[in-house]
Nanobody, 121 residues
């Protein structure tokens, strides 16, 4: 089994920063693409940032220039550095990873349990 655990959320004032971590553990052969998603109350879950196994990144327009996604393959961890936070960034943040597992290197998608980010005005 594979587990993803997010951490680093919390309460921060507008303009502040947080760094989220998504640590993967278990019987992992390799971690392919990883995405950070967020869901605010009453809204649909949206993709915030995405990073491929090769390190290519993409961002939602709303966070471009403020958020940076990165990965440490040796630690099986993906980070989301969030700067210049705004109240509208308040949401529950989740990571999702495509992980190769098993004898035949099947790709399976896993979700973490999420971490709350609250930005006060």
């Amino acid at each position: 089994q594979v587990q993803l655990v997010e951490s680093g959320g919390g309460l921060v004032q507008a303009g502040g920063s947080l760094r989220l971590s998504c640590a993967a553990s278990g019987k992992i052969l390799s971690i392919n693409a990883v995405g950070w998603y967020r869901q605010a109350p009453g809204k649909q879950r949206e993709l915030v940032a995405h990073i491929t196994s090769g390190g290519n990144t993409n961002y939602a327009d709303s966070v471009k220039g403020r958020f940076t996604i990165s990965r440490d393959n040796a630690k099986n961890t993906v980070y989301l550095q969030m700067n210049s936070l705004k109240p509208e960034d308040t949401a529950y943040y989740y990571c999702n990873a495509d992980v190769a597992v098993g004898t035949f290197w099947r790709i399976k998608s896993y979700w973490g349990q999420g971490t709350q980010v609250t930005v006060s005005s």
